[in-house]
């Protein structure tokens, strides 16, 4: 009996995969690969996301030789259709609900365990049913997942007696420094593959059948196992050894800093967590880098991606249509189309051209910068999503859901996080170097100099003060409200502000 044909997604692309061990594809099973084009033309995409999944989807294939049937089709269900003759299938569990409810849908079709992750669904599902009637909380999940994969452990405890250092990971940038210094960030050399993807993206803009926001420049992020492994390499070497003490910083100048932009071939799948893990405790045993570096990286990992990854399931469908707050308001053109030149706040700027350039810009900015503004100015959560999902080289339905509906917009009420995330331009002044050069002073919340982030904290604080004043965290903030002599002039500047900021 010949093996049946394993289905591999494009985001499910590295050899861990095809691995027969642990409930895997047979050892030499046949593959398919889908080039489904509708996941394109249903929204618009930042280009360099587009063409870096199809490079990654075709170097695969091309790595794959005879072994691979690669079919390019208008939809999933007219490539399978095309691809009749391979009979039953199996597949790894897919990264999203919709992708799942597809392969789940068809006849013959065998869904495998989720690979790509550390925790099993199974696993998770009894270590949160030991928690029913309290917050399944992060810190508890990751200090579980360490010990479960002695990942950074010395016996039953920590290595170095503390599981958590992130108060060494909160140094604001150096001052009057534009960069740290670093060596460049790994980046590949693109081929006649890539050429040929840019070759059909320019099509297919020409012909209509697709629209995409941001810039294609040179791929800067791996497409292949070979390139992803020596992102994580470089990483190792040249970033680690610093990426605690500046973890949460932001300087103008160098927006990767200590990050390692791994989170782009993890997502893919041409990366493992635990060999990332793995790594990184290695070159702290071996003197390489320093505890809270390794232990911050680590969290990322084992304690963050894990987690995300987790709640996306356990929190169900309707999780996506959380409003808590009730925020409705439209996204600004500017944001949705990357428009970086028509806004003022340099901050905000900054990160927005980040985004229209490479499709990547790291945690702080993302979160304080914008998620806060979108936050702030009570923008719909699931549009904000949405934007996410699409404009990031490393956003996947599964990432962006918990991040951004529990994390940045705190639309779940309080159901993954403790408190909103949002800040004043003191704190974006502090760990920053943006503010400096800008037309607007952080300290000021009215006027034509105001912060633009100062005044729009204090004015969401207004705006939901009788549900956060009963949040422990968020209560001596709101009390601070009836400190400003100024707040209803600060309310009526923000009710007559248009444009962007």
């Not at 990160?351 to 900015?365: E, F, K, N, S, Y």
């Not at 705190?410 to 002044?429: E, Q, R, S, V």
């Amino acid at each position: 009996m010949s093996a049946r044909t394993h289905w591999l997604f494009g985001d499910q692309l590295g050899p861990h995969f095809l691995d027969p061990r642990h409930h895997g594809p047979d050892a030499h099973a046949p593959v398919l690969m889908i080039e489904a084009r509708s996941v394109l033309s249903r929204r618009r995409f930042h280009r360099a996301k587009a063409h870096l999944v199809l490079s990654a989807m075709r170097h695969r294939a091309a790595e794959l030789g005879d072994r691979v049937q690669y079919v390019r089709a208008r939809t999933y269900r007219e490539g399978l259709v095309e691809a009749a003759g391979q009979g039953p299938l199996t597949v790894c569990h897919p990264t999203s609900r919709s992708a799942l409810a597809l392969v789940e849908s068809l006849d013959r079709v065998e869904v495998l365990p989720a690979r790509g992750f550390l925790v099993p669904h199974a696993d998770f599902g009894e270590w949160a049913s030991a928690h029913t009637g309290r917050r399944v909380r992060q810190e508890d999940f990751y200090r579980w997942a360490r010990r479960g994969h002695d990942l950074l452990m010395d016996g039953d405890e920590p290595a170095g007696g503390r599981w958590n250092l992130d108060r060494e990971n909160r140094e604001p940038p150096p001052r009057r420094e534009e960069n740290l210094g670093l060596a460049d960030p790994w980046c590949p050399v693109e081929d006649e593959i890539d050429e040929g993807v840019r070759h059909d993206l320019d099509r297919w803009e020409r012909d209509g059948t697709v629209s995409f926001v941001g810039r294609d420049g040179p791929r800067r992020f791996p497409a292949t196992r070979r390139e992803a492994l020596a992102a994580l390499r470089h990483f190792l070497t040249h970033r680690l050894p610093g990426f605690g003490q500046y973890e949460d910083a932001m300087l103008a100048g160098d927006p990767v800093m200590n990050h390692s932009r791994l989170s782009v071939p993890l997502n893919l799948g041409l990366l493992d967590p635990a060999e990332c893990a793995d790594r990184a405790e290695k070159a702290w045993r071996d003197g390489a880098a320093p505890l809270n570096s390794v232990e911050g990286f680590v969290r990322q990992i084992a304690g963050w991606r894990e987690y995300v990854w987790q709640l996306y399931w356990h929190f169900g469908e309707d999780y996506r249509s959380r409003n808590a707050l009730g925020h409705r308001t439209p996204l600004p053109d500017w944001f949705l189309e990357l428009d970086a030149d028509a806004v003022t706040a340099r901050c905000l700027s900054t990160t927005l051209a980040q985004v229209r350039d490479t499709g990547w810009t790291h945690h702080i900015p993302r979160l304080m910068v914008l998620g806060s503004r979108a936050l702030q100015d009570g923008w719909d959560p699931a549009a904000v999503t949405d934007w996410f999902h699409r404009s990031f080289v490393d956003g996947y339905d599964w990432v962006m859901l918990p991040n951004v509906v529990g994390m940045s917009q705190y639309a779940d009420g309080g159901l993954m996080t403790t408190k909103p995330y949002t800040t004043a331009g003191a704190y974006i002044n502090r760990m920053s170097d943006f503010c400096a050069p800008c037309a607007y002073r952080p300290a000021q919340r009215v006027g034509e100099r105001a912060c633009p982030y100062t005044a729009g904290y204090w004015s969401f604080l207004h705006r939901h003060r009788e549900r956060l004043a009963a949040n422990h965290r968020m209560a001596q903030a709101v009390r601070g409200l009836d400190r400003l002599k100024d707040l209803s002039e600060l309310l009526d500047e923000a009710a007559e502000r248009h444009g962007p900021p």
